[in-house]
Nanobody
Framework: QAQLVESGGGLVEAGGSLRLSCKVSRVILSTFVSKPMNWYRQAPGKQRELVAGMSPGNIISYADSVKGRFTISRDNTKKTMYLQMNNLKPEDTGVYYC?????WGQGMQVTVSS
Protein backbone atom coordinates (compact mmCIF):
# COMPACT_ATOMS: atom_id res chain seq x y z
CA GLN A 1 0.00 0.00 0.00
CA ALA A 2 1.33 3.41 -0.96
CA GLN A 3 2.31 5.86 1.73
CA LEU A 4 1.79 9.58 1.14
CA VAL A 5 3.59 12.27 3.13
CA GLU A 6 2.60 15.89 2.62
CA SER A 7 4.51 19.06 3.34
CA GLY A 8 4.30 22.78 2.64
CA GLY A 9 1.14 23.93 4.35
CA GLY A 10 0.97 26.88 6.70
CA LEU A 11 -0.29 30.40 7.27
CA VAL A 12 -0.12 33.01 4.53
CA GLU A 13 -1.66 36.39 3.88
CA ALA A 14 -4.19 36.88 1.13
CA GLY A 15 -2.43 37.28 -2.19
CA GLY A 16 0.46 35.11 -1.09
CA SER A 17 1.65 31.75 -2.34
CA LEU A 18 2.29 28.28 -1.00
CA ARG A 19 3.62 25.12 -2.60
CA LEU A 20 2.32 21.81 -1.32
CA SER A 21 4.26 18.60 -1.86
CA CYS A 22 3.19 14.99 -1.57
CA LYS A 23 5.86 12.31 -1.56
CA VAL A 24 4.64 8.84 -2.51
CA SER A 25 6.55 5.83 -1.22
CA ARG A 26 6.15 2.06 -1.23
CA VAL A 27 5.29 2.02 -4.93
CA ILE A 28 7.47 1.22 -7.89
CA LEU A 29 7.96 3.86 -10.54
CA SER A 30 5.83 2.12 -13.16
CA THR A 31 2.91 2.13 -10.73
CA PHE A 32 3.47 5.76 -9.82
CA VAL A 33 3.35 6.96 -13.43
CA SER A 34 0.29 4.88 -14.29
CA LYS A 35 -2.08 6.26 -11.66
CA PRO A 36 -3.95 9.55 -11.43
CA MET A 37 -3.06 12.01 -8.70
CA ASN A 38 -5.38 14.48 -7.03
CA TRP A 39 -5.47 17.24 -4.48
CA TYR A 40 -8.54 17.72 -2.30
CA ARG A 41 -9.38 20.19 0.39
CA GLN A 42 -11.88 20.41 3.19
CA ALA A 43 -12.95 23.74 4.60
CA PRO A 44 -14.45 23.97 8.09
CA GLY A 45 -18.03 22.75 8.05
CA LYS A 46 -17.88 21.70 4.41
CA GLN A 47 -17.42 18.49 2.49
CA ARG A 48 -14.10 17.50 1.01
CA GLU A 49 -13.81 18.79 -2.55
CA LEU A 50 -11.55 18.02 -5.48
CA VAL A 51 -9.22 20.93 -6.16
CA ALA A 52 -6.99 19.59 -8.93
CA GLY A 53 -6.31 16.32 -10.68
CA MET A 54 -3.78 14.92 -13.10
CA SER A 55 -4.25 11.75 -15.12
CA PRO A 56 -1.39 9.41 -16.08
CA GLY A 57 -1.49 11.05 -19.52
CA ASN A 58 -1.06 14.45 -17.88
CA ILE A 59 -4.61 15.57 -18.53
CA ILE A 60 -5.25 18.18 -15.86
CA SER A 61 -8.43 19.50 -14.34
CA TYR A 62 -9.12 22.17 -11.75
CA ALA A 63 -12.04 23.28 -9.69
CA ASP A 64 -13.49 26.49 -11.10
CA SER A 65 -12.64 28.30 -7.88
CA VAL A 66 -8.88 27.77 -8.34
CA LYS A 67 -8.44 27.96 -12.11
CA GLY A 68 -5.71 30.39 -13.07
CA ARG A 69 -4.29 30.42 -9.53
CA PHE A 70 -3.34 26.81 -8.73
CA THR A 71 -1.05 24.52 -10.70
CA ILE A 72 -0.76 20.76 -10.21
CA SER A 73 2.39 18.97 -11.30
CA ARG A 74 4.33 15.79 -10.68
CA ASP A 75 7.97 14.73 -10.69
CA ASN A 76 8.03 11.08 -11.60
CA THR A 77 11.71 10.66 -10.77
CA LYS A 78 11.00 11.79 -7.21
CA LYS A 79 7.57 10.15 -7.05
CA THR A 80 6.23 13.42 -5.79
CA MET A 81 3.24 15.56 -6.69
CA TYR A 82 2.90 19.28 -6.13
CA LEU A 83 0.27 21.96 -5.87
CA GLN A 84 1.48 25.49 -6.48
CA MET A 85 -1.03 27.92 -5.05
CA ASN A 86 -0.79 31.58 -6.01
CA ASN A 87 -2.93 34.61 -5.23
CA LEU A 88 -4.40 32.80 -2.25
CA LYS A 89 -7.73 33.92 -0.87
CA PRO A 90 -9.26 33.46 2.59
CA GLU A 91 -11.77 31.04 1.06
CA ASP A 92 -8.85 28.75 0.16
CA THR A 93 -8.43 28.02 3.86
CA GLY A 94 -8.82 24.38 4.76
CA VAL A 95 -7.10 21.05 5.18
CA TYR A 96 -5.48 19.89 1.96
CA TYR A 97 -5.07 16.21 1.13
CA CYS A 98 -3.21 14.48 -1.66
CA UNK A 99 -4.72 11.35 -3.11
CA UNK A 100 -3.05 8.58 -5.06
CA UNK A 101 -4.56 5.21 -6.01
CA UNK A 102 -7.13 5.27 -3.20
CA UNK A 103 -4.49 6.31 -0.66
CA TRP A 104 -4.53 9.60 1.23
CA GLY A 105 -1.98 11.88 2.74
CA GLN A 106 -2.23 12.94 6.36
CA GLY A 107 -3.67 16.35 5.46
CA MET A 108 -2.13 19.78 5.87
CA GLN A 109 -3.66 22.94 7.21
CA VAL A 110 -3.59 25.92 4.89
CA THR A 111 -4.79 29.18 6.43
CA VAL A 112 -5.12 32.35 4.40
CA SER A 113 -5.57 35.50 6.44
CA SER A 114 -7.38 38.54 5.07
Amino acid sequence: QAQLVESGGGLVEAGGSLRLSCKVSRVILSTFVSKPMNWYRQAPGKQRELVAGMSPGNIISYADSVKGRFTISRDNTKKTMYLQMNNLKPEDTGVYYCNFDKNWGQGMQVTVSS
